[in-house]
């Protein structure tokens, strides 16, 4: 399973239907253990996609109204 850096959470998120937090709230909660994330063998924090639904829940976002 492929997976995203970090700084691409908040619009990943958003394109999934979910309000986007900000990159600091993503990295604080990575940081924090919060949500489903890896950090490889340099430090970068990534995510996998299949996780964005645990992920917005653990951030306690709503979905996004459908227009």
Known sequence: ????LLTDLPA???GAGFDAPNY???YEAARS???PVMRNS???WSFRADD???IAK??????MARR
Request: glycine fraction near 4%; aromatic fraction near 0%.
């Open 1 to 4: 399973m492929p997976t995203h």
């Open 42 to 44: 340099s430090g970068r």
């Open 12 to 14: 990943a998120l958003l």
């Open 52 to 54: 964005l639904p645990a």
């Open 33 to 35: 253990a919060l949500i």
């Open 58 to 63: 653990s951030l306690n976002l709503p979905a």
């Open 24 to 26: 600091r709230a993503c």
